[in-house]
């Protein structure tokens, strides 16, 4: 499965990074082999308005099936679920160890965003 972890740092031992859109890099983690793809998300991090959004396009179409972060906004999060990606929030650490508490099975699953709106 793939796994899109927002991170401050392109590696498996980089810290997640709570914000969604304007992380600096969002990590694509294939759990069975850990082989990273690290995307560099800079065109979002200055971004007007729309990075949320920008950046769930990206993940879906990376064909993550999960995203890790700290906080998911309501529009980012409507365009996760249309991509039939499932979000899990409120996410810290290490990226390595937030893939291995979701490949534990100890992680929750976001029934609804949880940030608000920036506009």
């Known amino acids: 499965m793939k796994v899109a972890v927002t991170a401050k740092g392109a590696l ?3 810290e997640v990074d709570p914000r969604f859109g304007r ?9 069975d082999t850990m082989a990273v ?3 560099d998300n800079s ?11 920008q950046a769930a396009a990206m993940v879906s ?4 099936q999960v995203l890790m972060t700290g906080y998911c906004g ?11 990606v499932k979000v899990v929030s409120d996410v810290g650490g290490k990226v390595r160890e937030a893939v ?3 490949k534990a099975g100890t992680v929750t699953y976001a029934s609804a ?4 709106a920036h506009w």
């Open 100 to 102: 291995a508490a979701l």
């Open 12 to 14: 498996l031992d980089s």
């Open 113 to 116: 965003p949880n940030k608000e």
């Open 61 to 64: 179409d990376k064909g993550a």
């Open 23 to 31: 992380a600096p890099y969002i990590l694509i983690v294939d759990t």
């Open 37 to 39: 793809e690290a995307v």
């Open 43 to 53: 065109s979002n991090v200055n971004a007007f308005k729309g990075a949320g959004i």
């Open 74 to 84: 309501p529009k980012a999060f409507a365009t996760l679920a249309a991509g039939g």
